[in-house]
Every structure is written in structure tokens, then in C-alpha cells.
């Protein structure tokens, strides 16, 4: 019951969202107000049952929100407003030169040399847990579920820096602290 | 609500974007198409093999038997010893029991007879694709979670490209030409489904990912041995002593099971080891209401209850590292959210798909018109479709034995090749919708018939 009532909730501070931004000028009231209603809605969704009410109550949300993006396509007129020509700088223009080896520079450095930093990073947390006396259960799945999230926080970091020195700077940080963490708290 | 976020980071956050998009968005695409199908992995198995018997509950007397008889019969025909033997339960998902071993796997009747072997070529097809993209499956599972990786760099990498992308939550151009209604559709599905993406994502990458990070924690912290990684996890394994006792009393386990814990649903059985005194019985049981795929429990070969891993009550870490699989596959809360899963994993197949389509677009509008590349992204979106259901169609035709993989990656390649040939002379995407279109019909009859 209280399940349902968080999703509900939750629904519900979709709509106010969707009423909040459809107006002419934003209300920050009414956008505090919406946003408030889906938290509450987390919240009792969460005190009803856990994560499994979380989920429950993030379903409903996403299905009243999905439901107002189908009305606002189904009602959208016809235009022909040109769509953003921002370039993303990917691949060449014309005569323009590949730059290969940057190219694979950068790969190495956000896939193979990014998962290890990550891999790492995980190790030192893992070994922090463990000095801080925390269960194996607790320690093995923090770094079991950090490498992933390390490692694609550390490849857009990688991405989006332009210096090659600051990348560097990225990679070793974490490497360095994981290298330390492990041979002080692991049994390397 | 606006994001102030720096003009050269939203410009450095697109080009991320695009890049991350480009080397994985065939993959992504593949990856987000299989996993909307797998949402229906038990209700694929039973319209691949409609004729396995089926049944609410599960006799516990009838499941022993059917567990010494595949033994019986393993035995007459001198197969090599079990290392483990499994039962799956009866759920209302799959109202089936089926008795597995190393090498086969058969269906079980009421009485515990063996009936007819299993039979999920598709299904296990379908599987495999998404766990490991059909490749050796360390080497396969670790890529596709550096799959998962990169969908979380995608969502990250694509709010901060967009500062707009809240504010214009609501606004969608579906009626717009020139790329507006694609991109409309691309960010608005985006930021209403990233709680689902993100979820997916992180859990996907970290069940991919696992046999990496539990290799680095073995050899950091627990000398090499991987199993102690997992054992304070997921619980203990059986310890082996190899000389010869009678099979445990798995029917007396079950009884205590249901006695000991009525709230409850045992679905599996693991013997391990089994006729070895180390030989242990453990079984599988869902707690509803949670995310869990449910909590180990033991038992002796008397079938008395020694103890459980703790998912279900444990230490956090326990029971999220639990909660990866159902959230991932979105089997906890029966057939509406499986409903939910797939149409949301189709708006992901949607990001993915028009992503690629965007950038393309936007180039040909600055007057770089590349054919064959257009040709080769609508043979991955329209293509991929078209072989995944000649793939299904062939396996109700020819039988479990389709090779089914075989089918996949070379109709994959030959299509793939066709279209970039065809693309500068011919509208490759409308005869690849079309044929999609047409091959989903096709699969949807040959399910029907089967």
C-alpha cells in the first residue's frame, strides 16, 4: 500500500513538473513543488519496500513521463526549424587530416589505461574498507561496483580534457593511491 | 531547471559523447536489442517448447526421483560423474521442473518421470548474445561490460553536451524535419529513461565487469583465489571429499524448506558434489517483494537445514550485490514490469539507434554526404532486427538444432556488406524497415504455430 501511494506520488510530481515547465516563465515554487511531490514519493515508495519499492515507484514515474512525451509528439505541429549544427569534431571534414595517432592516443588512455586506474581505485577503496574494519561482503562488492562506475566517471573525465598532461594527471591519481592503498591494507 | 555548465565543456562533452557513440554504437545497438528481448527469456522457452510439461507446484518426492533417475540413467550409459546437479522449480514464470546436470537437461512430469530434453536453442541463443556477443565467455562477458561502461559515459558525457536538456524535458518536435524531430526524440527519451539507463547500465557493466575486478581483488587480497572473493558474498561451496555415499534426501530438504520458511518460493536446487560425502544440498528461494534473486539455503543429505548465505538479510554489500540481476533483467514484479522493461529497453534501442543517425545527418546537412557509412548504420538498425527473427523463424523450423549463431554473425555480415554496396544506388533503409517489419510477422506467426 505504501508502495503504491510512493508511486502514485511519484506520478503525480511528474505531471506538476510537466505543468510547472509548460508555463510561459519558470516558477521556481512550482518546480520546488513538483520536484518535492516525486521525492516524497521515493521516500514512502522506499519506507514501503526498500529498494524493491525504489524501483516500483521509478517505473511509474518513468511510465507518466514517457505518457506526456507520447501526448506531446501525438499534438506536436509540423516544422521546419533546422535541428542544431553543432559539429562534435569526430571525424574529418574534406582535406581535413585524420590525426591518427592523437586518435589512438586517446584511445589508450580512456579504454585499456582507464579500466586499469579504475581496476586501482577499486583496490584502494577495497583496502580502505578493509582498514576500516568493514565486512569482506561489504568491502569486495564496494570495489566490485566502483570499477564500472570509476572507470566511465574517468573516460568522460578523459574525453572531455583537452591536456594531455591533465589526462595524465587523471590516470595516475587514482593508480597511485590504489597502488598505495593495496600494498599498505591488501597482502601484496 | 538550467544546467550552467562551461561552453567549451558542453563542446568537449559532445564531441565525448560522439566519440563513445561511434566506436559503440553498433554494439550498444545490439547489446540494447537482445537485452529487450531477453525480458521474456522464461516466456521464450516456453514457446520454443510448448509441448514440456508444465505445473503449479512441484511434489518434492516426484523431484527426488527425477533426480536419481537422470543419475540412474547417466550411470547406464557411462557418462562421466556430475560435478553438480540442478533442479529449477516450478514459478508462474516458467511452470516447468527440469532436472540438469553437466551435460543434459531434461523436463520432469507430476510423478518426477523424465519426459523430453530441454530444449531452448533460441532462448540460450539469445542469451549468450547479450552476456558475451557468442565469444569465449570471460573475453565476452568483460566486453560486454565495457559495453555497460560506456552506456554510463553516454549518459553522463550526454547531459553535459546538453545544458538545455532539462529545461526542454517536455518539448518534443515529433513533426519536425531536418533532424529536429530525431534529436527531440534521441534527448527527450533520454533524460525520462535515465533512471532505467543508468540503472542497467551500472548493473550491467558490473556483472560484466566481475570477473576483472574479482581477479584484481584475488590476487590483492585473498592470494590468488578468486572463490574467496565471492565466498563471503554469496556464501560458502561444498568442501570436497570424493568417496562415495548414497544421493541426499533432497525431497526431506525440500519439506524442511517449506516448513522452516513458508514465505518463501524455493525455484532451484544445486547438489553439489552429488553421491561424494562432501555433497551439499542447496536451495534457491525468492523472497517477493525484493530485489534479491532470492537467498541460498543448506542442507545436509538428511535434509536438515544447516544454515544461509544471508542475501536476503545480510550485510548490505550481500544484498546488492543480489539485486544486480532482477534490476538488471527486470524479472521482479511480474508481467506489467516486464511490459515496462521491454518498452523501456526499446526507447534505449531508440537512443541508440537515432544517436548515430543524428550525427550523420548533421554532416550531410554541412554537405558531406557519405552513402555507404548511412548504409552501413541502417543495416546495423533495420538489419539486426531482420536476422534475429530469420534466427527464431529458423529454429521453430528446423529444430533445436539450428545453428543458430552460425546464421546470426554470417547473415549479419552478408546484409551488412549489401547494404553498404547498395546504399549510394538504392533506398537501403526502406527495404530493411520493410523486411524488419515483415521478419517480426514472420516470427510472430512461427511463434504461433509452434
Known sequence: ?188 | MSVAVDKDVVKRALSAHAAVGLLAGALLYLISLTGTLLVFYDEWQRIEQPNAPEMIHADPDAAARAAASILAREDASGIKPTTHLYLHLPTSDLPRTTVITDTQAWHVDGAGRLTVPEENGWSDFLLHLHYRLHLPSTLGITIVGGLGVMMVGLIMSGVLAHPRIFRDAFRLRARSRGGVGLADWHNRLGVWTLPFTLAIAVTGAAIGLGSVVSFGLAEGFYKGKVEDVYTPIFGRDAVTDEAAAPLPDIAAALRTMKARFPDVAAYYVIVHDPRTKGQMVQIIAEHPRRLIYGDNYYFDDRGRFTGSSGLSDGKLGQQIAASNYKLHFGNYGGLTVKIAYALLGLALCVMTATGLSIWIGKRERRGLHQPRLRGAWDGVVWGTPVILALCFVTRIVMGNAAPLVAIFWVGLAFLLAGAIAAAPHWPVKRFLARMAFAGGAAALIAGLAA
Open chain 1, 1 to 188: 500500500m505504501t508502495v503504491a501511494a510512493g508511486a502514485a506520488a511519484a506520478t503525480g510530481g511528474i505531471l506538476l513538473l510537466r505543468t510547472a515547465w509548460g508555463g510561459e516563465r519558470r516558477d521556481a515554487h512550482a518546480n520546488g513543488r513538483a520536484w518535492a511531490v516525486l521525492a516524497l514519493g521515493v521516500l514512502l515508495a522506499a519506507a514501503g519496500h526498500g529498494a524493491w519499492g525504489v524501483a516500483m515507484a521509478s517505473l511509474a514515474a518513468m511510465a507518466a513521463a514517457t505518457a506526456c512525451l507520447g501526448r506531446a509528439a501525438y499534438t506536436a505541429a509540423p516544422g521546419r526549424g533546422g535541428a542544431s549544427q553543432r559539429r562534435a569534431h569526430m571525424m574529418p571534414q574534406g582535406r581535413e587530416p585524420w590525426h591518427l595517432g592523437r586518435r589512438t592516443l586517446t584511445f589508450l588512455f580512456t579504454v585499456p589505461l582507464g579500466l586499469i586506474a579504475a581496476l586501482l581505485a577499486g583496490l584502494a577503496l577495497r583496502a580502505a574498507a578493509g582498514m576500516a574494519g568493514w565486512h569482506d561482503a561489504d568491502g569486495n562488492v564496494l570495489a566490485l561496483m566502483a570499477v564500472p562506475v570509476i572507470w566511465a566517471i574517468l573516460s568522460t573525465i578523459l574525453l572531455i580534457e583537452p591536456s594531455r598532461a591533465r589526462q595524465s594527471l587523471w590516470l595516475a591519481a587514482p593508480a597511485l593511491a590504489g597502488g598505495v592503498a593495496i600494498i599498505s591494507g591488501g597482502n601484496i
